[in-house]
T-cell receptor, first 114, second 115 residues
């Protein structure tokens, strides 16, 4: 079963506009959500995260919103830049030590057009 | 500023062959992880290690063994490779013990094909 879903395989936006990437989850035990960005032939890079006790976290151009009741989170990038073109993975986690669980979504390919 | 280094970057094996993927980090991180990414899929955790000498199974451990040689190095071994293990393998590390709020730092991956 896919506990973290990114239902849009791709998204295309114009430079300067807002990019909104969405993620849904099913497991209520997840208590932390992370976004990673991945360029081709490179490993993922951590972007931003949010605790389940918060509904918003902001870091520069990147903001993550969490709607716990809907089990939905979104990543907003404003303004979008061509260098933001990459695959974005949503990840959800809970636990720690030998009881640690981290689940990734399949990713959304963002293309920012100049 | 190396971060997490994986070797080799590419490898082709025949079914039944064995292979060890190497990973080293220079950030003095305590925890290390191995993932696989199949086409069109997210990353799936194979094994992880909270400290030298300790390892735990992740979501897809079957067919793999790991060794946390020291704080810097964490290797992944395929004893008898199968075509289903064709994938891109990523190693990662995090500063403290594996915990839900810990971001991870990834290497650039090893692309493994098994014929």
């Amino acid at each position: 079963d896919q506990q973290v879903k990114q239902n849009s395989p791709s998204l295309s936006v114009q430079e300067g506009r807002i990019s909104i990437l969405n993620c849904d989850y099913t497991n209520s035990m997840f208590d932390y959500f992370l976004w990673y960005k991945k360029y081709p032939a490179e490993g993922p890079t951590f972007l931003i995260s949010i605790s389940s006790i918060k509904d918003k976290n902001e870091d520069g151009r990147f903001t993550v919103f969490l709607n716990k009741s809907a089990k939905h989170l979104s990543l907003h990038i404003v303004p979008s830049q061509p260098g933001d073109s990459a695959v974005y993975f949503c990840a959800a986690s809970y636990g720690g030590g030998s009881n640690y669980k981290l689940t990734f979504g399949k990713g959304t390919l963002l293309t920012v057009n100049p | 500023n190396a971060g997490v280094t994986q070797t080799p970057k590419f490898q082709v094996l025949k079914t039944g062959q064995s292979m060890t993927l190497q990973c080293a980090q220079d950030m003095n991180h305590n925890s290390m992880y191995w993932y696989r990414q199949d086409p069109g899929m997210g990353l799936r955790l194979i094994y992880y290690s909270a400290s030298e000498g300790t390892t735990d199974k992740g979501e897809v451990p079957n067919g793999y063994n790991v060794s946390r040689l020291n704080k810097r190095e964490f290797s992944l071994r395929l004893e008898s490779a199968a075509p289903s293990q064709t994938s891109v393998y990523f190693c990662a590390s995090s500063e403290t013990a594996p915990y839900s709020n810990q971001p991870q730092h990834f290497g650039d991956g090893t692309r493994l094909s098994i014929l």
